[in-house]
């Protein structure tokens, strides 16, 4: 069976990516990563999706982005309940290309030619590092920087939510079978992984259900 790396973070997208690598007849080796991230129950959340959904494997790495700060997520700063203009406060600077390049890393270990994120374009907190643009640049680096790239078969970056709404990600995430009351999405779940139902990512996920008429099985706090 071929091999796909898979950035599982313990969220509902990349809970549906895990299932559509699934799908497409990868050994999913999940890596999820501890980035000094203030919502930690969503790295619970990833080990229960990654045994769920079938993962071949699943692995949790450590970068420590909070020893930098500048972001909600990672710093003393308060997480907003509403979105507003411009790149919000969430936004953890470079978090993509540190995530990306750790799978890469794997990748190539395993001789894996395929890795898989669960980036979206369209219903999202408009973050740089969730463009197409990002991902078609981040490829192309992979195929540069590293031996598989340069004497192998070369690696694909895929991005198989990138232009799907959230309503879509539900539905298809329905059709897998995928149980998003494992999954956690909030920016400041509690330990126990229960979501504060204020939060921007909050406020997307539940808009993705109710829009997809799928009742919403996330635990609020």
């Not at 129950?41 to 999706?49: M, N, T, Y």
């Not at 190539?108 to 994120?117: K, M, N, P, R, T």
């Not at 920016?187 to 909050?202: E, N, T």
Request: proline share 4%; glycine share 10%; aromatic share 6%.
């Amino acid at each position: 069976m071929k091999k796909a790396v898979v950035l599982l973070s313990g969220g509902m997208d990349s809970a549906v990516v895990v299932a559509i690598a699934r799908e497409q007849g990868f050994a999913v080796h999940a890596l999820s990563v501890r980035y000094g991230q203030r919502h930690t129950s969503e790295l619970d959340a990833a080990a229960r999706v990654a045994a769920t959904l079938g993962a071949a494997a699943h692995k949790t790495v450590h970068v420590d982005l909070r020893s930098i700060g500048g972001s909600a997520l990672t710093d003393d700063i308060d997480v907003p309940e509403a979105g507003g203009p411009g790149i919000p406060v969430t936004y953890v600077p470079a978090r993509n290309t540190i995530m990306l390049s750790v799978a890469l890393g794997w990748a190539e270990v395993l001789g894996a030619s395929d890795i898989f994120c669960g980036v979206n374009a369209v219903d999202y907190s408009g973050y740089p590092d969730c463009r197409p643009e990002f991902i078609e640049a981040f490829e192309t680096l992979a195929n540069l920087a590293t031996k598989a790239g340069v004497e192998g078969a070369g690696l694909r970056i895929q991005a198989p939510l990138l232009h799907m709404s959230k309503a879509d990600i539900v539905r298809e995430g329905t059709r897998l079978g995928v149980d998003f009351a494992q999954t956690v999405s909030c920016y400041q779940a509690d330990g126990q992984g229960r979501a504060c139902g204020h939060c921007d990512a909050c406020r997307l996920r539940a808009a993705g259900f109710a829009d997809a008429g799928v009742p919403d099985p996330t635990h609020y706090a």
